[in-house]
């Protein structure tokens, strides 16, 4: 109960912190901070004559406002946001801008902000994972409220001065940093207006929020080749119906947008003046299974992120490949998402691992049994991990044995070596979440 209350007072700080750095520049913040000491230090009047001065900057203050208030600006603003961002990487989207008052107006800054909800108790807990610790170490302070607030954020959009704004349409470009994954939304946008005295900013809101999805971090790496044998896949013909690996005919139908043209049956476009192109029976392919270990545990939430980003960076090293990819994981229940050959397409499996959590379960045995349940359609199998234990050292056992390909990422804090990675099989990469970069591309 004491620690919603003191969540409820971090957010209030920060509210009263932004409505002050938003609504007053230098000069009107540093009246502000010597007029409230004024107050302070002149509450006994007969003695002191410091409350003259805070009367005279409460008037000064007053009249700026006032001042700011006799204007008759008006906007409108369109974004044009990019359909994807990346972690780490620079976003820059437009902003159109349209004066529609007769007046033109300088000195305007235009204030772009992500929309943001004061983060609860269950989020800060699950981000720290506060179970684990002390019970003195379970109480949160500003600095690492204020941690998480800035990572729920997303990045931070800086102002933008405008040139004069006249009748003619204006065109801005915004560029900023996202810092984490996910789906971030854009909060209705701002115009500042200096008054004459350059104190107070009157802001002037232009209802436009927006949203877009930010991608985890990907690194260069090449594809792993592990393709084993092809499978009989039941609703095979309409799973893979764009790539043919049997040359057993089946039928002639209609032509549809994307056919090869050496499907085309050239005897039937003769005969009745239309394009038809000859369907074949494709039942067995390869299909591979990339599984994502989101049981966190002891691990850091900096380790899961990575973890992620791995699991993406394969994603877009096999997506070449001609043949069906599936990504498992445990959320709330147990996932299975398919791409590849004409049944989705890869950047479907980036917007679900920008929006994958680690898991609050401690069993891994669900996963394992649904991989397992799995194992009689694959080929292959890539596992991203982050725990080496007994019971992810079965699932690769009891894999080999059905003669699968497996290939193991195994994240780590640099204090793991090869040596101590026991029943390890052969395609086992030992990685350094600190310099995942340099570990992938050295693959």
């Known amino acids: 109960m004491f620690q919603r209350f003191l ?33 302070v230090f002149g509450i006994d009047t007969k003695h002191s004559t410091t409350y003259q001065l805070s009367s005279f900057l409460f008037a000064l203050l007053l009249l700026a406002f006032m001042n700011s208030l006799f204007n008759r600006l008006k906007v409108s603003i369109k974004r044009q946001l990019p359909r994807y961002g990346t972690v780490g990487e620079l976003l820059t989207y437009n902003i159109n801008l349209k004066n529609l008052s007769l007046k033109s107006y300088d000195k305007l800054i235009l204030i772009d902000r992500l929309k943001l909800k004061p ?33 729920l954020r997303g990045g931070f959009i800086n102002e933008t001065p405008l040139p004069t704004v006249t009748q003619k349409p204006l065109s801005i470009k915004i560029s900023f940093t996202p810092n984490r994954r996910g789906k971030l939304t854009l909060d209705n946008s701002y115009l500042a207006k200096t008054d004459i005295l350059g104190l107070y900013r009157r802001l002037i809101l232009i209802n436009n929020k927006q949203s877009l999805m930010i991608l985890p971090q990907r690194y260069p790496m090449r594809s792993l080749n592990l393709l084993g044998q092809r499978k009989y896949q039941a609703g095979g013909v309409s799973l893979a119906n764009s790539v043919g690996n049997s040359a ?22 003769a005969k009745y003046g239309k394009l038809i192109v000859k369907d074949y029976q494709d039942e067995y392919f390869v299909r591979q299974t990339l599984i994502l270990d989101t049981f ?12 992620v980003s791995v699991a993406a960076s394969i994603v877009i090293s096999e997506h070449q490949n001609e043949a069906l990819l599936d990504l498992m994981f445990v959320g709330l229940d147990t996932y299975c998402f398919t791409t590849g050959r004409s049944v ?24 394992q049994q649904r991989v397992l349940n799995h194992s009689g359609q694959c080929s292959s199998f890539i596992c991203v991990l982050m725990h080496w234990d007994k019971a992810r050292q079965a699932l690769i056992k009891q894999l080999l044995a059905n003669d699968l390909s497996v290939a193991v990422f195994l994240l780590d804090n640099g204090c793991l070596n090869l040596e101590q990675c026991t029943n390890k099989p052969e395609n086992f990469y030992l990685l350094d979440y600190h310099h995942l970069a340099a570990e992938l591309a050295a693959i």
């Open 7 to 39: 969540l409820r007072q971090y957010y209030k700080i920060y509210c009263y912190d932004n409505w002050r750095r938003y609504h007053f520049n230098f000069n009107g913040q540093l009246i502000l901070l010597v007029m409230t000491i004024a107050m």
């Open 119 to 151: 983060p609860t108790y269950q989020q800060l807990d699950n981000f720290y994972q506060l179970k684990d610790k002390f019970f003195f170490k379970r109480i949160i302070g500003f600095k690492r409220w204020y941690k998480f607030l800035v990572y």
């Open 248 to 269: 057993e005919f089946m039928s002639l139908r209609d032509y549809q947008q994307g056919d090869a043209l050496k499907n085309i049956h050239w005897k039937s476009y």
């Open 296 to 307: 966190v545990g002891s691990k850091s939430r900096e380790q899961f992120e990575a973890a």
């Open 344 to 367: 989705d397409h890869s950047s479907h499996l980036q917007e679900i691992l920008a929006s994958v959590q680690p898991s609050i379960e401690t069993a891994f045995e669900k996963l």
